[in-house]
Nanobody, 117 residues
Framework: QVQLVESGGGLVQPGGSLRLSCGVS????????MAWWRQAPGKQRELVAE???????NYANSVKGRFTVSRNTVNNTLILQMNSLKPEDTAVYYC???????????WGQGTQVTVSS
C-alpha cells in the first residue's frame, strides 16, 4: 500500500515563498503521475500542478509563472516551490500519486498553506 506524506505548509505573508514536499513510502511498481491539488474552504478540490511519467508538467493557469513542480525519480519525492504567494493560494494542499497500469490514485493527508498579512 502506498502512503504519501506532505510537509512544508505554514503561514506566509503575501509575496512570500513556501516549499512543499511529498514523500512516498510503500510498494510502487510504476508511477503514471504525481501531482499537487488544493482545496480552499467552501470550494472544490483543484489541480495545481502535476508531473507525468515522462517528465511533462502541467499547471493551473492561476499558478503559472509562480509555482514550480518537480519530482525526484530516485526516491519519488514531489516538490512544489511556491513563489509570489497570494491570499487566494490559501488552501489545504494534497499530494496525489497515480499508479501506472492500474490507474489507482493515492492521496496524502494534506498540509495547510495560509497566505495572510
Amino acid at each position: 500500500q502506498v502512503q504519501l506524506v506532505e510537509s512544508g505548509g505554514g503561514l506566509v505573508q503575501p509575496g512570500g515563498s513556501l516549499r512543499l514536499s511529498c514523500g512516498v513510502s510503500g510498494s510502487v511498481f510504476s508511477i503514471y503521475s504525481m501531482a499537487w491539488w488544493r482545496q480552499a474552504p467552501g470550494k472544490q478540490r483543484e489541480l495545481v500542478a502535476e508531473v507525468l511519467n515522462r517528465g511533462d508538467t502541467n499547471y493551473a493557469n492561476s499558478v503559472k509563472g509562480r509555482f514550480t513542480v518537480s519530482r525526484n525519480t530516485v526516491n519519488n519525492t514531489l516538490i512544489l516551490q511556491m513563489n509570489s504567494l497570494k491570499p487566494e493560494d490559501t488552501a489545504v494542499y494534497y499530494c496525489r500519486l497515480v499508479a501506472g497500469g492500474t490507474g489507482i490514485p493515492s492521496w496524502g493527508q494534506g498540509t495547510q498553506v495560509t497566505v495572510s498579512s
